[in-house]
């Protein structure tokens, strides 16, 4: 039988989920020795792991040639699509915010406000929802920088801690929804490969259960 295959976020969410499965027992020796390769096999269990970026992770499993992703909410807000959510991890927690440049009141005057994002799907539902109408430009990066260069009234960013808004003089104006880590299901490999995927949950769910 062809190895399970699990797609991981590449580089935040990396380290606490090669954590996250050695504590289930899963041997990860050779992702701890990795150079530029991105498939690796566990060591103790018919299982593979591949390494990719978070919305790459995300159309692997949707398309089901990985059975398994990790995943943050934000990607999954962002992108949508149709697989099972089955866990929340608890790692890679933050926020997702509306950050304007301090002493701004984004509220006020009724001209149209400009917002970058790299979550434009997030960002647009959020304003529709308060049937506000703006303006969403893309950005890859480093989007705290676009108020500051005058592209923009304001950010929809992910906050952890706050400094990157602090030092490029942005502040909070509202909260739109916590952010972690989300164990993701491929549709049919969750009928197709049950047994196998089930004693995985249930595994996760043991080790959520107990962890300190
Ligand atoms: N402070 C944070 N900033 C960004 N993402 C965070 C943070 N804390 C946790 N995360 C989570 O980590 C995931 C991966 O973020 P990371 O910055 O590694 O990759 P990325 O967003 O694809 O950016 P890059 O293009 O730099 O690779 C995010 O989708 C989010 O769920
Ligand atoms: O609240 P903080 O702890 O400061 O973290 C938030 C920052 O981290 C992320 O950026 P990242 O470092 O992933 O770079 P990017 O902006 O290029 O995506 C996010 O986009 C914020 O800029």
Redesign the pocket.
């Known amino acids: 039988m062809k190895p399970i295959r699990i797609a991981l976020t590449k580089g935040?969410l990396e380290q606490d989920s090669v954590q996250m499965f050695q504590q289930l027992g899963y041997d990860c020796t050779a992702l701890r020795e990795k150079g530029r390769k991105l498939i690796f096999p566990v060591g103790n269990a018919n299982m593979e792991i591949v390494l990719a970026k978070a919305a790459d992770v995300v159309t692997y499993v949707e398309n089901g040639v990985c059975d398994i992703g990790v995943v943050g909410k934000d990607t999954i807000m962002e992108m949508g699509g149709t697989f099972y959510e089955v866990a929340d991890l608890g790692f890679g927690k933050?926020r997702f915010a509306l950050a304007v440049p301090m002493g701004v009141d984004f509220y006020k005057g009724y001209h149209t406000r400009r917002i970058a994002s790299?979550y434009v799907n997030v960002s647009r539902s959020f304003f529709e929802k308060k049937e506000m109408d703006v303006e969403i430009v893309k950005i890859e990066?480093?989007?705290?920088l676009a108020p500051i260069l005058g592209l923009s009234d304001a950010i929809v960013?992910?906050?952890?801690?706050?400094?990157?808004?602090k030092e490029n003089g942005l502040i909070i104006q509202e909260f739109l929804g916590e952010i972690s880590a989300r164990l993701i299901v491929n549709i049919a490999s969750l009928k197709l490969r049950k047994e196998e995927i089930d004693t995985f949950i249930s595994k996760i769910e043991h080790y959520l259960g107990t962890e300190v």
């Open positions: 935040r933050c790299k990066g480093s989007v705290e960013d992910i906050v952890e801690t706050g400094t990157t808004l």
